[in-house]
């Protein structure tokens, strides 16, 4: 149960429960091809087309909205790229050469709010709603407008005074990330018949597209009721020198309604030796 909401508008809940409300509904297309030879060219490429929906929206700690599971209500998962493939193709010298390179491709990830939530009306039936403050199961976080804080109304007829402005549809995850394509390279040189020594590259092309992207728990709605606060500050966030009354290593946000850093592989060079007994 929500006992209270903080002045940034993060709820404060009550004990937790568990329950195995939650449904997956899965359907898609999968194909391979593969080539496996001792010397010359060998390799595969596969791709997956997968359409995942569930009634509850997030990964390891979704939001289980319990009207949206009243309603057998069903969301695009945020967790699962639609579309993906990896692509390899390899040359084996007679001399003991090698050569590989692989390719791996994400289309992007969902995210977003989304503009409308789910709520019980006051007799108890699971209806649809605008994804106000009001209304969202985590407040100003996970809301897609913004009420007015001196009259804002109610879930059911909100003063909306604001909104995140991106172009979002109805459900979560109606946004997606860019695509992800990592591009590994590979050459190694048998010595003898045990020892083999290469240099192996990952992330060739230094793509650092980010798969997760959240909302901002500290975006600043440009409108009348955004509680005075400049986008993307941490107010709970020690102050140099504050130690009482404040939450140590929480930083500022961005000023983005969504957090979106190069956060993916890294470019790596790996020099190795291999040794067969």
Request: proline share 6%.
């Amino acid at each position: 149960p929500l006992l209270f909401t903080l002045r940034g508008g993060i709820p404060v809940f009550g004990p937790s429960r568990e329950e195995n409300a939650g449904v997956n509904k899965s359907t898609g297309l999968e194909f391979a091809l593969e080539r496996n030879a001792d010397f010359g060219w060998s390799g595969f490429m596969e791709a997956t087309y997968d359409n995942t929906l569930a009634n509850y929206d997030g990964d390891f700690f979704p939001t289980v909205n319990a009207a949206a599971i009243a309603a057998n209500h069903f969301f695009h998962v945020s967790y699962v790229a639609p579309v993906s493939g990896t692509f390899n193709l390899v040359y084996n010298w007679h001399q003991g050469l090698h050569a590989s390179t692989t390719v791996y491709y994400e289309s992007g990830y969902r995210y977003g709010v989304g503009k409308w939530t789910y709520v019980f009306s006051p007799t108890g039936a699971p209806i649809q709603v605008l994804n106000t403050d009001l209304a969202s199961s985590s407040g100003v976080t996970g809301a897609y407008y913004l009420t007015n804080s001196t009259t804002p109304g109610t879930e059911f007829a909100p003063n909306i005074v604001a909104s995140r402005g991106t172009a979002e549809g109805g459900d979560p995850g109606t946004l997606f990330t860019a695509p992800i394509t990592t591009v590994n390279f590979t050459v190694s040189q048998d010595l003898g018949r045990s020892t083999q020594v290469g240099i192996r590259l990952q992330n060739a092309f230094g793509n650092y597209t980010s798969a997760v992207i959240p909302s901002n728990p500290y975006y600043g709605f440009n409108g009348f009721g955004n509680l005075g606060l400049p986008s993307g500050q941490n107010f709970f966030a020690c102050l140099p020198g504050q130690n009482y009354g404040c939450e140590p290593f929480q930083y500022n946000y961005s000023a983005a309604p969504y957090e979106n850093e190069h956060t993916g592989t890294p470019r790596l060079y790996t020099f190795f030796v291999s040794v067969k007994y």
